[in-house]
């Protein structure tokens, strides 16, 4: 089973302006309307457009199965991925919850259905609001072999080359542990 590489937007691939409302140069800004909004009524966003192509490389690479992971849901595959030229990818279902905070328990709200999405799935998630119980979450799977790691970029700077350069490691990783799991000697030595 492929790992997946489950992808937030906000803080990831769009920035949040910093106090003075300022975005990274590298982003370009862009006018969507989510589902429920007006088209009069459209919400501003800013892309870097150098993170389609990167993120086409990690999908090209066959190691890892792309899953939106946002509350974007299934806009982040008909407003945001088209802006950046990915094909359409499924999303996490998540809810919409009633909350006034991302950490309602102390943990990223969307932890607990992702965890029963992935069941026993090895995943790399990106995100830019983990707290310390997500990391936590995180060692407990992989203590159960289920490679799992968190990427958490700063949200006013989003996803960089170094952290995609760090998931493509860590899924190469992850294809050669498995791959030498069910290998033809491994089976023999099983025998």
Known sequence: MRPYLLIDIDGVLIPFPDADGTTPVTHARHEVVPTGRSAD?????????????????LIRTGLLTPVWCTSWRQDATTLIGPLLG???????DLPRPDITTSHPNGYLWKRDHVDAWLGDA?????DDDFTSLDHEWSAERVARGLPTLLIQPNPREGVRPEH????????????TLRGSE???????EAA
């Open 164 to 175: 995609l350069a760090e998931v493509s490691a860590w899924a190469t990783g992850v294809s």
């Open 122 to 126: 090895p995943a790399v998630w990106i």
């Open 86 to 92: 990915l094909p359409p990818l499924p999303h996490v």
């Open 182 to 188: 069910s290998s033809p000697l491994r089976e023999a």
């Open 41 to 57: 009524d459209p919400v501003t966003i800013w892309l870097n457009p150098a993170h389609g192509p990167a993120l086409m490389d």
